[in-house]
């Protein structure tokens, strides 16, 4: 009986994204569905949080991209995205988190904020910056030599770093953070990743608006 894998995402959605990225680097067939967030069959499969992504795996829903990722990667065992050492699996999973708790909110903020707001999120960004700089000291990715589950979870910054710079005019991501810098560009040009981004003139089009929403003219 051949497995059913459906992903629910939506088409600009970072966290829906590090999902098809998993599944592409394991090689599963799925359905992908776009939806919004607050549609019936989103409802149906995360009635908790009412958010996406959720993959659906022969009718049983997981929610939270994070938890998805693991649960792929025990799943199906090919390719795998962590190490099998239990302190090496621990040490993606801080990092993973870092990313979603720390780094992104510290972005988001850079991006929305305004005045003495905005400085302090820039400087908790540059703080964060330098960590994540310091970690990818002797390494090609986030992992070692090959993409796991750290790169798929930073993957957004690839992609939504310069988006934010454009729409802004901030540079968040200079010559102060060359191994990021490189990073960004490896693992953006990887066969798995470079066919998946959104496209990026309805991404600007997106940000812009949510710009000018939280920086109106006066």
Known sequence: MAEEVKLLKTW???FGLRVVWALKLKGIPYEA???SNKSALLLQYNPVHKKI????HNGNPISESLVILEYIDETWKQNPILPQDPLHRAR????AKFSDEKLLPSVWGAFTKEGKDREEAMAA???????????LKGK???SGEKIGLVDLVFGWLANLISIFEEVSGFNIVGEGYPLLSAWMQ???ELPVIKDTWPPRDKMIIKYQA???KYHPAK
């Open 186 to 188: 490896e693992f953006s």
């Open 125 to 135: 960004t540059m703080e964060n910056l330098k960590f994540v700089e310091e970690e």
């Open 53 to 56: 992504p959720v993959l659906v």
């Open 210 to 212: 949510l710009y000018d």
């Open 92 to 95: 993606e999973r801080f990092w």
């Open 12 to 14: 600009s959605s970072r």
């Open 140 to 142: 090609k990715f986030f």
């Open 33 to 35: 569905i776009d939806l």
